[in-house]
């Protein structure tokens, strides 16, 4: 079955895919095989090269076709990294649950939804300036007032004001994107 989707190359001289399936075509293989060696599981692998993929379907950037590997390259070191810190964090998690008396353990299903927040709240510090997130996470989990920041930063107090309040709105956009 051939899928109706394709992507814009720009001009130049013999480019080797043309279209979303051609590439997909073309380097499914060589992307599953590269992740293998980089992934301790062969079905990460396969969720990982198809997700490359899904990346460039959703096109929210404007890819260059014309290098392949080099763009699943990029897009892969991209997919390993998020891989692993879901996995650190969600063995962090499985480690807090261990400390807790057994009457006290979340459902599997509470469980499942704690660990899709905590997963949720990462990508969001993840998309924040250095600055940002520290700032926040020191208000937040630290509990440091405006001034102990500020001081720990090297930076003023309208700053810290600034920086909290870009931290929280990135709060309110994910909260408002996963619930619509």
Same mark, same amino acid.
Request: net charge negative.
């Given at each position: 079955?051939?899928?109706?989707?394709?992507?814009?190359?720009?001009?130049?001289?013999?480019?080797?895919?043309?279209?979303?399936?051609?590439?997909?075509?073309?380097?499914?293989?060589?992307?599953?095989?590269?992740?293998?060696?980089?992934?301790?599981?062969?079905?990460?692998?396969?969720?990982?090269?198809?997700?490359?993929?899904?990346?460039?379907?959703?096109?929210?950037?404007?890819?260059?076709?014309?290098?392949?590997?080099?763009? /699943?390259? @990029?897009?892969?070191?991209?997919?390993?990294?998020?891989?692993?810190?879901? =996995?650190?964090?969600? *063995? %962090? !998690? &499985?480690?807090?649950?261990?400390?807790?008396?057994?009457?006290?353990?979340?459902?599997?299903?509470?469980?499942?939804?704690? /660990?899709? @927040?905590?997963?949720?709240?990462?990508?969001?510090?993840?998309?924040?300036? =250095?600055?940002?997130? *520290? %700032? !926040? &996470?020191?208000?937040?989990?630290?509990?440091?007032?405006?001034?102990?920041?500020?001081?720990?930063?090297?930076?003023?107090?309208?700053?810290?004001?600034?920086?909290?309040?870009?931290?929280?709105?990135?709060?309110? =956009?994910?909260?408002?994107?996963?619930?619509?």
């Amino acid at each position: 079955m051939t899928s109706s989707f394709s992507a814009q190359q720009p001009p130049g001289p013999s480019a080797p895919s043309d279209t979303i399936d051609n590439l997909y075509q073309d380097h499914l293989g060589w992307l599953r095989g590269w992740f293998a060696r980089r992934l301790s599981s062969k079905h990460d692998a396969e969720d990982l090269a198809h997700d490359a993929f899904v990346r460039i379907l959703a096109g929210r950037h404007r890819f260059d076709l014309s290098q392949p590997r080099a763009l /699943l390259t @990029t897009i892969g070191k991209g997919l390993v990294a998020d891989h692993f810190r879901r =996995r650190a964090l969600e *063995q %962090a !998690f &499985l480690d807090g649950l261990a400390d807790l008396p057994e009457p006290e353990l979340p459902s599997l299903e509470e469980q499942a939804l704690i /660990l899709e @927040t905590l997963q949720a709240v990462d990508r969001m510090l993840d998309g924040l300036p =250095r600055r940002v997130r *520290q %700032a !926040f &996470l020191m208000s937040r989990l630290d509990g440091c007032s405006y001034e102990s920041i500020a001081s720990q930063l090297g930076v003023s107090m309208s700053s810290v004001q600034k920086y909290l309040a870009q931290a929280l709105q990135a709060c309110y =956009r994910a909260l408002y994107d996963d619930a619509h």
